[in-house]
């Protein structure tokens, strides 16, 4: 499985982006989706999770700001990213997980997004 991100760049305090991920090779073995992010200086943290059956989960930082959602049809995911702080910059990855399993073994090449005036 190959994913590519896209969709990073510059953008001002209470502006929006959104991520796109595009899943090639053996996608029929892929779960759950998500989303990490890691900032300059700290560890990556999980932003969003969509599973297979569209449940979705966020981190208590983005809850209400940012949505992840998946088009099944075209093998990618997304992250709507809405009135984004300066505390959102981090490059951004896409990461997938074959069913049934609990750990990311796919991950993008990760995408910058930054958050400045």
Known sequence: VQLQASGGGLVQPGGSLRLSCAASGSISSIGALAWYRQAPGKQRE????????????????????????????KNTVYLQMNSLKVEDTAVYYC??????????RYWGQGTLVTVSS
């Open 95 to 104: 990461a997938a997980r074959d069913s049934g399993s609990i750990q990311y």
């Open 46 to 73: 999980s932003v969003a999770t969509i599973t297979t059956g569209g449940s979705t989960y966020y981190a208590a930082s983005v809850k209400g700001r940012f949505t992840i959602s998946r088009d099944n049809a």
